[in-house]
Nanobody, 126 residues
């Protein structure tokens, strides 16, 4: 399974970006997926997650009210819509997928995921 993240870029504070993560196989509708980010000099941290069917989602505290995660099952793609961006949101954003699982769980830890995309840079200027 290969994951291709895209949609990053340079945006001013208060702006919006939509990140996309496309799966190489028909896995987007079978696998729980998540987004993480890593800022320079910091550890990678959880941003958002979605269950395999899109029925359940979870957001980090720092993204609540500013971000939504969603799935387009026919396109095998997961989206991360980020609004009201802040300079502290500057980081490389990674998408990840977990092997097929039952139930509508979402996953928060890096080691819960089996496949990772290459990352897309998000830079928010003040």
């Amino acid at each position: 399974v290969q994951l291709q993240a895209s949609g990053g870029g340079l945006v001013q504070a208060g702006g919006s970006l939509r990140l996309s993560c496309a799966a190489s196989k028909r896995t987007g509708n079978l696998y729980p997926m998540g987004w993480f980010r890593q800022a320079p000099g910091k550890e990678r941290e959880f941003v958002a997650a979605i269950s395999w069917d899109g029925g359940n989602t979870a957001l980090s505290e720092f993204m609540k009210g500013r971000c939504t995660i969603s799935k387009d099952i026919p396109k095998n793609t997961v989206y991360l819509q980020m609004n009201s961006l802040k300079p502290e949101d500057t980081a490389v954003y990674y998408c990840a997928a977990r092997r097929a699982t039952t139930g509508g769980s979402v996953y928060y830890a890096e080691n819960d995921y089996d496949y990772w995309g290459q990352g897309t840079q998000v830079t928010v200027s003040s």
